[in-house]
Nanobody, 123 residues
Framework: QVQLVESGGGLVQAGGSLRLSCAVS????????MGWYRQAPGKQRELVAS???????NYADSVKGRFTISRDNAKNLVALQMNSLKPEDTAVYFC?????????????????WGQGTQVTVSS
């Protein structure tokens, strides 16, 4: 089994900062990409930022220059530092990990998600 446990989030005024963290545990061989998605009410889930095990990053245009994603490969942690928050950043944020597992010499890849954490930015 693989579990993703998120922390952080909450209520902040526009212009403020928050930090989200996500710890991945369980039977893991490696985690090539990790990332954060968000879903606002009435909207589809969208990619916020992703990072590979080699630290290559990808950001949504709407958060470039304000958000920074990082990871600790040894601890299977991924974090999202969110600065200069705007009301339009309000959403439930989900941690994502594509996990490579090994069993009996066979490898399988599957997507895993955290439970989601609410981020609310007031104007």
């Amino acid at each position: 089994q693989v579990q993703l446990v998120e922390s952080g989030g909450g209520l902040v005024q526009a212009g403020g900062s928050l930090r989200l963290s996500c710890a991945v545990s369980g039977s893991i061989f490696s985690i090539p990409p990790m990332g954060w998605y968000r879903q606002a009410p009435g909207k589809q889930r969208e990619l916020v930022a992703s990072i590979t095990s080699g630290a290559n990053t990808n950001y949504a245009d709407s958060v470039k220059g304000r958000f920074t994603i990082s990871r600790d490969n040894a601890k299977n942690l991924v974090a999202l530092q969110m600065n200069s928050l705007k009301p339009e950043d309000t959403a439930v944020y989900f941690c994502h990990a594509a996990v490579l597992r090994e069993s009996g010499g066979y490898f399988t890849m599957a997507d895993y998600w955290g439970q989601g954490t609410q981020v609310t930015v007031s104007s």
